[in-house]
């Protein structure tokens, strides 16, 4: 056949403990032309099934058993020299890291030279054709960025010149391993519509591996969904993501939040217990352990694979199950007390010349999520690191905490300061000593902090399980490593803590705990945040507020369902159309460092320009309603209405 088929594949790793089988008995097959989704949580199997497709298994990794058949290709009886003449006609592997795939040595278009080379066209063409490929990835002066080295450019940008490099490749398989983890809204939608170019324009197959869900579910035509390393539930997207038949499946559903939902109608499902030992997988089904429908059945005797509803589903009792069990009831959100928390007046921040946060004014009161939403290279993150006194100096502005002076760099804040404001960072590798256990980091946080909880009373606060105290960090999960972070940062009973992109990394399953723990710590305490993600999903949910920022400035601010519904700037009208995948339209990326314009620095991307007004003179910061302020030149009744 034409496309994808796996019959029986079995992988396994060699390990101190023996051998352990990461992928067990799973078949497919997926016609050319079509998408398959590959979804489940970290541990499930999803990448070894990946790379198992492209034989680039580890050293200690080996195929047990199966056929792998791309285009009638044998692909694991190819000797080693076949095997590099298929990669490199055939297969493109798109990963999450897209920097990592490109060579730092050499400049972009010497890279796709070189795939273009391998491809026979002729030298002397293929200048021009790679002119033409990145332009085809709708990347802004395609001479310029031939020209640059990838650490030049940003992270969607890079992504691009990979997918640039695919279409040079042209090839029968194209494997996507979270292509867009990582990226904001309107850059994944980008992302997300040269994919569909890719497929349309390649007929190859693609087999898309991700931990997002809404993802999978707007570009593939099937999904499969992996549980300790089996199927546990496969058939068409559409409707194995609206109305799943096994249990797993819901629960991922269930764990994920949804556009425009707050937490107050409905509250995130964390899947209880963690995935099984692969040493040591348990009898019976591998669920059974961490199901709500488990039966003494279910925990002795494997279960058989049967259809279900049109799709194929690996469960005892899928005929009979009621899965809308899994919902869970929202609890109403803490007022925020009057007063401010936080208070930031004309905040700026300078890197060279460059003001990378720009006369920034807000406040958070006490108890209050405010969450902060733009791309990449906006301004959140420094603002957040302005807040919390880390890095340059601001040049100019005041910052103040529950009313007295705070001071702009960290050194000069005194023990009271630091135990009151602590700060949560996206990858908490980068702040967790590998050599500590986790008692030891939390021990320390509770001295330094004057805290007043013991260890594991600490631990139970962020939900952590008291037998990983012991463990060190690099002994424990992302989710687990993260949870230990917060627990740090809850030591000192904090009055307001910093969350900087906190779940982005994490699956649907692990980022549903984490921002649970991070919701009730807010019921109990009143704790404060200052939530940065690009997620509008997540800040919908979470948030009690929130600020939009485009290239160092607010240019939105106000209550988050205010803001999310509209009438908004035409920036977040372009983020909530992004968020709800309905925007196709491909609007230009700004080059990066791309010159601040004396008018309104979203004027060149924008679908409602004004002309001469919005080029040349800076926009006014109108009212909307009570608490609701957009900058632009739009009347009020002219600026972008709804979500539709």
């Given at each position: 056949m034409t496309g994808l088929l796996v019959d029986g594949l079995r992988v396994s790793f060699d390990t101190r403990r023996g051998p352990v089988h990461v992928v067990d008995d799973v078949s497919l097959d997926v016609p050319r032309g079509a998408t398959l989704g590959v979804v489940g949580e970290s541990g499930s199997g999803k990448t070894t099934f990946g790379r198992a497709l492209?034989?680039?298994?580890?050293?200690n990794g080996r195929v047990l058993d199966g056929h792998i058949s791309v285009d009638g290709t044998d692909v694991l009886a190819l000797s080693p020299r076949d095997l590099r003449a298929w990669r490199a006609r055939e297969l493109a592997v798109v990963h999450q890291e897209a920097g990592a795939t490109l060579d730092p040595s050499m400049r972009v278009g010497a890279q796709l030279a070189e795939v273009l080379g391998q491809q026979d066209v002729a030298r002397d063409a293929r200048r021009d054709r790679v002119r033409d490929l990145l332009s085809a990835?709708?990347?802004?002066?395609?001479?310029?960025?031939?020209?640059?080295?990838?650490?030049?450019?940003?992270?969607?940008?890079?992504?691009?010149?990979?997918?640039?490099?695919?279409?040079?490749?042209?090839?029968?398989l194209v494997i996507l391993d979270e292509p867009t983890t990582g990226l904001d809204a309107s850059v994944e939608a980008e992302i997300l519509a040269l994919l569909e170019d890719l497929r349309r324009d390649l007929d190859a197959t693609l087999v898309l591996i991700s931990h997002d869900l809404g993802l999978v579910g707007q570009i593939c035509d099937e999904v499969v969904v992996l549980y300790a390393g089996q199927v546990v539930e496969r058939g068409a997207a559409a409707d194995v993501l609206t109305t799943p038949r096994h249990p797993y499946t819901a629960a991922l559903l269930a764990s994920a939040p949804t556009f425009g939902v707050p937490r107050r109608q409905r509250r995130l499902?964390?899947?209880?217990?963690?995935?099984?030992?692969?040493?040591?997988?348990?009898?019976?089904?591998?669920?059974?352990?961490?199901?709500?429908?488990a039966d003494d059945t279910c925990r002795a005797d494997s279960p058989p694979a049967r259809v279900v509803d049109g799709r194929t589903v690996r469960c005892h009792h899928a005929e009979l199950l009621d899965l809308t069990?899994?919902?869970?009831?929202?609890?109403?959100?803490?007022?925020?007390?009057?007063?401010?928390?936080?208070?930031?007046?004309?905040?700026?921040r300078r890197y060279?010349?460059?003001?990378?946060?720009?006369?920034?004014?807000?406040?958070?009161?006490?108890?209050?999520?405010?969450?902060?939403?733009?791309?990449s290279g906006s301004g959140k993150t420094t603002l957040a690191r302005a807040?919390?006194?880390?890095g340059p100096r601001p040049r100019?502005?005041?910052?103040?905490l529950s009313g007295n002076a705070l001071a702009p760099v960290l050194r000069r804040r005194g023990r009271a300061v630091l135990r009151r404001m602590q700060m949560v960072f996206q990858q908490p590798d980068t702040t967790l000593n590998p050599s500590h256990r986790v008692r030891t980091v939390l021990a320390r946080a509770l001295e330094t902090l004057d805290g007043t909880d013991s260890v594991e009373t600490l631990a139970a606060r962020a939900q952590l399980d008291a037998a990983l105290l012991d463990a060190r960090s690099t002994d424990l999960s992302g989710g687990q490593k993260q949870r230990v972070a917060i627990a740090r940062a809850f030591a000192g009973s904090p009055d307001l803590v910093v969350c900087d992109e906190p779940v982005s990394a994490l699956d649907v399953s692990v980022q549903a705990g984490v921002l649970e723990v991070l919701a009730d710590e807010r019921d109990r305490t009143g704790t404060s945040y200052l939530f940065i993600s690009h997620d509008l999903a997540v800040i919908g949910y979470l948030a009690d507020r929130v600020g939009v920022m485009y290239r160092g400035q607010l240019v939105e601010v106000g209550a988050t369902d205010d803001v999310l519904s509209g009438p908004h700037h035409p920036y977040t009208a372009a983020l909530v159309l992004a968020a709800q995948r309905r925007e196709r339209r491909r609007s230009a990326t700004p080059p990066a460092q791309a010159a601040i314009a004396t008018g309104c620095r979203f004027a060149a991307r924008c679908p409602h320009h004004l002309g001469d007004v919005c080029a040349?003179?800076?926009?006014?910061?109108?009212?909307?309603?009570?608490?609701?302020?957009?900058?632009?030149?739009l009347p009020i009744d002219q600026l972008p209405k709804g979500t539709a």
């Open positions: 492209a034989r680039h298994l580890p050293s990835v709708r990347l802004p002066d395609p001479d310029a960025i031939a020209r640059r080295y990838p650490h030049e450019l940003s992270g969607g940008q890079q992504q691009r010149v990979v997918i640039a490099a695919v279409l040079a490749a042209r090839p029968s499902l964390a899947i209880a217990g963690t995935p099984p030992d692969p040493a040591a997988p348990p009898p019976g089904c591998r669920f059974a352990p961490r199901c709500a429908f069990a899994t919902a869970r009831p929202g609890a109403d959100a803490p007022v925020p007390r009057p007063g401010s928390l936080l208070q930031l007046n004309g905040l700026t060279g010349s460059l003001a990378v946060v720009d006369d920034v004014t807000l406040d958070i009161a006490p108890g209050e999520v405010f969450g902060l939403v733009g791309e807040v919390m006194g880390i100019s502005g005041t910052m103040r040349e003179q800076p926009p006014p910061l109108r009212t909307v309603a009570e608490g609701h302020q957009v900058r632009c030149h």
